[in-house]
């Protein structure tokens, strides 16, 4: 179509192909969630907030002490989501391997254990993220290069903050990467709220964002209908009962537009990877921006196959590294492009931007 840009390809070697044998999109999203993930030590820490609550951090746990540059992931989960996702815990074997560092930051209400505050999580929480990685960043070495990676939900937050932190955002991270984000949430929404996707994927969030919702409502009464979060049976009647009155939208569809991160993507201006499979069950492809809607900084991916935060490759039985394999490569290439750094790690590749020929 005149005027539109094609998103660039991932880089010789590193593109993604899926298994023969796991064809489609719901199969690319269920699979890789049900295979053995690698053993992982966390350290938790509590970690008190601005407003008198508290979160709960994750760090990997070295085997061997880590030189103070040795770069750090920040990993910003999805809805419902923690440390233990099968994605997290790739992506910590991954950053294990290369010795580098790794944190998951839980949102509230996600670590196992009820928050103090009458808040939760919602995909424009902005404000959440600068304030996580500020305490990030104040916990390690100045000389520590800090990288922030957001799947689903938590990419969309992440994406917010980047889009509207500029160039100041380079005094807390070097480069940021989201996976699997829903950057039109009106789209998103309609999408997991409709068939299929209603009855694997919103009747699996509904059951545990319901239960906590109206665990908060009894140490806080009045905050919201509780009686309408009981009865939602879809991710909109939710929002609409819960995360829209509790963070100050007006309903779902303020909610949903105000906290889309897609307008956002033309402020970016930090190194950025934005990666959408266009088989995403819940992630239309016709949802997702083209390169003429991004700013110079950002780096579109959007591989056909992959599902939502999947990506297995071959062989059987099937492994779940390529993502955390692309991501690291991706800051590795910014770590060594970046003017007097010395890179250390055969992890490098040019970096794209998505500039015109």
């Known amino acids: 179509m005149p005027g539109m840009r094609s998103p660039r390809s991932a880089p010789a070697g590193v593109a993604y192909h899926p298994p023969f044998w796991l064809p489609g999109g719901h199969a690319q999203t269920i699979y890789p969630a049900l295979l053995p993930n690698p053993a992982i030590a966390y350290r938790r820490e509590r970690v008190d907030t601005p407003d008198g609550d508290f979160w709960l951090f994750d760090w990997l746990v070295d085997a061997e002490p880590r030189a103070a540059d040795a770069p750090l992931v920040v990993l910003f989960h999805g809805l419902e989501s923690s440390s233990r996702a099968h994605y997290a815990l790739a992506l910590m074997a991954q950053l294990h391997d290369l010795r580098w560092r790794?944190?998951?930051?839980?949102?509230?209400?996600?670590?196992?254990?009820?928050?103090?505050r009458p808040r939760a999580y919602h995909s424009g929480d902005h404000e959440e993220i600068a304030a996580m990685l500020?305490?990030?960043r104040a916990r390690v070495d100045p000389r520590t290069p800090i990288f922030a990676f957001g799947v689903s939900l938590g990419g969309s937050a992440l994406l917010n903050w980047a889009g509207r932190a500029g160039a100041g955002g380079a005094r807390t991270?070097?480069?940021?990467?989201?996976?699997?984000?829903?950057?039109?949430?009106?789209?998103?929404?309609?999408?997991?709220?409709?068939?299929?996707?209603?009855?694997?994927?919103?009747?699996?969030?509904?059951?545990t964002l319901k239960p906590k919702?109206?665990?908060?409502?009894?140490?806080?009464?009045?905050?919201?209908?509780?009686?309408?979060?009981?009865?939602?049976t879809t991710l909109w009647e939710f929002d609409d009962a819960f995360t829209a009155p509790v963070h100050g939208f007006a309903g779902t569809d303020d909610y949903w537009m105000r906290a889309s991160s897609k307008p956002w993507l033309r402020n970016v201006v930090l190194p950025s990877l934005v990666?959408?499979?266009?088989?995403?069950?819940?992630?239309?492809?016709?949802?997702?921006?083209?390169?003429?809607?991004?700013?110079?900084a950002v780096v579109l991916e959007q591989p056909a196959d992959g599902g939502h935060a999947g990506f297995a490759t071959s062989p059987l039985p099937g492994n779940i590294r390529w993502l955390a394999q692309r991501v690291t490569t991706f800051f590795a290439a910014d770590r060594c492009s970046a003017?007097?750094?010395?890179?250390?790690?055969?992890?490098?590749?040019?970096?794209?931007?998505?500039?015109?020929?």
């Open 213 to 232: 919702a109206l665990a908060m409502e009894r140490r806080f009464p009045g905050l919201f209908d509780a009686r309408r979060v009981a009865r939602a």
């Open 275 to 296: 990666l959408n499979a266009r088989n995403d069950p819940f992630v239309p492809g016709a949802s997702l921006p083209d390169a003429l809607a991004v700013g110079a």
């Open 339 to 357: 003017p007097a750094r010395t890179c250390e790690t055969t992890q490098c590749t040019p970096l794209l931007r998505n500039r015109p020929p």
């Open 173 to 207: 991270v070097s480069a940021v990467a989201a996976a699997s984000t829903p950057l039109d949430l009106t789209a998103s929404g309609m999408a997991i709220d409709q068939g299929i996707n209603r009855l694997v994927y919103a009747n699996r969030f509904l059951r």
């Open 102 to 116: 790794g944190v998951v930051p839980h949102f509230r209400g996600c670590g196992g254990e009820p928050n103090r």
């Open 134 to 136: 500020a305490a990030v």
